[in-house]
């Protein structure tokens, strides 16, 4: 196991870090760190929070299989409401920076510049799309699975925005806060194996359930679509190494850039053509 700093409890595995750190205080530091983190996930969670009551479009707005899957996890305790992964989230990280005991002291500018870093990162994602070439039946999908409302080419510009906020925020959380971290902890801190081995391991089996839980990976009469299979687990992978060295925030900002790529600038430069 990696030596842990006195400054980083190891709450998170994006707490655990080995080898070289970023400069304390910089952005680097500042923008994997839970403040930040929830300065620039809080108007994404709030957006997509108002949306889910029904506020965009004519209340048909599809429903994100991730957020349904982290609803029923705090059924099983005996809790149930839409909101409360949301919820659990805030708490979350609010614990995680008193915890930290650093000051409750934002840079206005991380935010800002935590939303170009997001944007800049999608970049791979494009690039595996022009390589691996998806069917171009199931591109609309490419990173949120949702229920059969509607499809992305009826989506208006606000439920284009609520779909990629959901997609970004909740597939995040499950696959790579929920699902990193109990691996993480499984394989380090239970059955002792160093810290590097159960970071992969648990990047990989993530990259697997979030490739798993797509649309169009496997349907019945036809196999594996392994293109398309190929592109989410690679996908998760890399949301994964991103979540671990960037953290949570960059992973969200990410993967909800790229669906706003999907579900609104793509949809809207088919209607205009």
Do not use: C
């Amino acid at each position: 196991m990696s030596q842990r700093s006195n400054k980083q409890p190891a709450i998170l595995p994006t707490q655990i870090r080995s080898g070289a750190r970023p400069a304390y205080g910089g952005y680097f530091w500042l923008s994997s760190h839970p403040l930040h983190i929830l300065v620039f996930l809080l108007p994404v969670i709030a957006f997509y929070e108002i949306g889910s009551v029904g506020l965009f479009g004519d209340g048909g707005i599809a429903k994100l299989e991730a957020q349904d899957l982290l609803v029923r996890f705090f059924d099983l305790f005996g809790v149930l409401g839409l909101h409360l992964p949301a919820f659990a989230l805030i708490v979350t990280l609010i614990a995680q920076h008193v915890l930290s005991k650093e000051p409750w002291k934002i840079v206005p500018i991380v935010p800002f510049a935590m939303i170009a870093e997001s944007a800049f990162l999608t970049g791979p994602l494009i690039v595996m799309v022009i390589i691996l070439n998806p069917q171009s039946s199931v591109m609309m999908q490419l990173t949120t699975q949702v229920n059969p409302v509607s499809t992305p080419e009826s989506h208006t510009f606000l439920e284009g925005l609520y779909l990629s906020f959901g997609a970004g925020l909740y597939e995040e959380m499950l696959f790579r806060l929920v699902f990193i971290t109990i691996l993480h902890f499984l394989v380090t801190d239970v059955l002792g194996f160093k810290d590097k081995v159960g970071k992969t391991f648990a990047i990989i089996i993530s990259a697997i359930a979030f490739a798993w839980l797509h649309d169009g990976v496997y349907l019945r009469g036809s196999g594996l679509n392994f293109r398309l299979a190929s592109f989410y687990v690679l996908a998760g992978v890399y949301f994964g190494i991103l979540f671990l060295s960037r953290g949570l925030g960059i992973a969200v900002g990410a993967h909800l850039m790229y669906d706003i790529l999907v579900f609104v600038v793509m949809p809207g430069i088919q209607d205009q053509s």
